[in-house]
T-cell receptor, first 111, second 112 residues
């Protein structure tokens, strides 16, 4: 079993829809949680960075962490074709350089 | 890409040849990382550096070596390239070991 599980999709939604992405993990020591966006043939770009449990909102993006269920989510409101990309979750334990990545979910937003 | 450049951006080489990839940063971050990205495997850490001349292995370090003689440069060397090393290679940087990592644009390497 992988340390971080992420459904690879693909996920296709119409423009304006809410995109819901999630990852589950097995290591209860994870405290830092990240979401990266990766456009085709580009490097991953950090979208959200959260510590421990709770919600964090940044514009159209909301990240949620539920440590009791070992489950994190990313919501994209009012999705746009420019949101079409692969979204990677990542997480780490305190004071550790090592990031554990999910495999990524490919999202297409149809105009 | 957070002041990170990678060179070359694309390379095709033959099995058995040595290959060196370069990562250059202008952010003066202490930590630098090399990852490879393959379908079905996601991003996997090859090596990382926590300072000039200070490096350590990641989870897929076999067949790779690294060097860091200056804060801004981190080199990844494939001593004798194999077809299994065909991949996209990403460099990343971070301020501390626990802070968020920022990625470069990647190098697409094909070993024939």
């Amino acid at each position: 079993q992988k340390e971080v599980e992420q459904d690879p999709g693909p996920l296709s939604v119409p423009e304006g829809a809410i995109v819901s992405l999630n990852c589950t993990y097995s290591n209860s020591a994870f405290q830092y949680f990240m979401w990266y966006r990766q456009y085709s043939r580009k490097g991953p770009e950090l979208l959200m960075y959260t510590y421990s449990s709770g919600n964090k909102e940044d514009g159209r993006f909301t990240a949620q962490v539920d440590k009791s269920s070992k489950y994190i989510s990313l919501f994209i409101r009012d999705s746009q074709p420019s949101d079409s990309a692969t979204y990677l979750c990542a997480m780490s334990v305190p004071n550790d350089y090592k990031l554990s990545f999910g495999a990524g979910t490919t999202v297409t937003v149809r105009a | 890409d957070a002041g990170i450049t990678q060179s070359p951006r694309h390379k095709v080489t033959e099995t058995g040849t040595p290959v060196t990839l370069r990562c250059h940063q202008t952010e003066n971050h202490r930590y630098m990382y090399w990852y490879r990205q393959d379908p079905g495997h996601g991003l996997r850490l090859i090596h990382y550096s926590y300072g000039v001349k200070d490096t350590d292995k990641g989870e897929v370090s076999d067949g790779y070596s690294v060097s860091r003689s200056k804060t801004e440069d981190f080199l990844l060397t494939l001593e004798s390239a194999t077809s299994s090393q065909t991949s996209v290679y990403f460099c990343a940087i971070s301020v501390t070991s626990a802070s968020e990592q920022f990625f470069g644009p990647g190098t697409r390497l094909t070993v024939l």
